[in-house]
């Protein structure tokens, strides 16, 4: 089993950049891909980005392409998501999500483990 803690969330202004944060417990996180999810306030959650497992092959959502980067730190057991150019339409919980599944990255279902969430507010 896999604990995933997300840090890194605040309130920050439009153009802003933040970097969040998802820790895993447990001694088998190479084995997971990773993803970022995010839920608005009245809207369903998202599929935000994804890392494989040890490839580093990522992808991105549309909407955060060429702004939102993830990555991962195996021996820290750490997946990241690097936020640059934030808009206010950035603003959501933001959850990161551990996968033994291989492929449709972007699907919810395919995600076994969640983490808590992380609010991200982006002010204009």
């Known amino acids: 089993q896999v604990q995933l803690v997300e840090s890194g969330g605040g309130l920050v202004q439009a153009g802003d950049s933040l970097r969040l944060s998802c820790a895993a417990s447990g001694r088998t996180f190479s084995m997971y891909a990773m993803g970022w999810f995010r839920q608005a306030p009245g809207k369903e959650r998202e599929f935000v980005a994804a890392?494989?497992?040890?490839?580093?092959?990522?992808y991105s959502a549309d909407s955060v392409k060429g702004r939102f980067t993830i990555s991962r730190d195996n021996a820290k057991n750490t997946v990241y998501l690097q936020m640059n150019s934030l808009k206010p339409e950035d603003t959501a919980v933001y959850y990161c999500a551990a996968s033994l599944n291989s492929g449709s990255y972007y699907r919810e279902d395919k995600y076994h483990y969640w983490g808590q969430g992380t609010q991200v507010t982006v002010s204009s």
């Open positions: 890392i494989r497992r040890s490839s580093g092959i990522t």
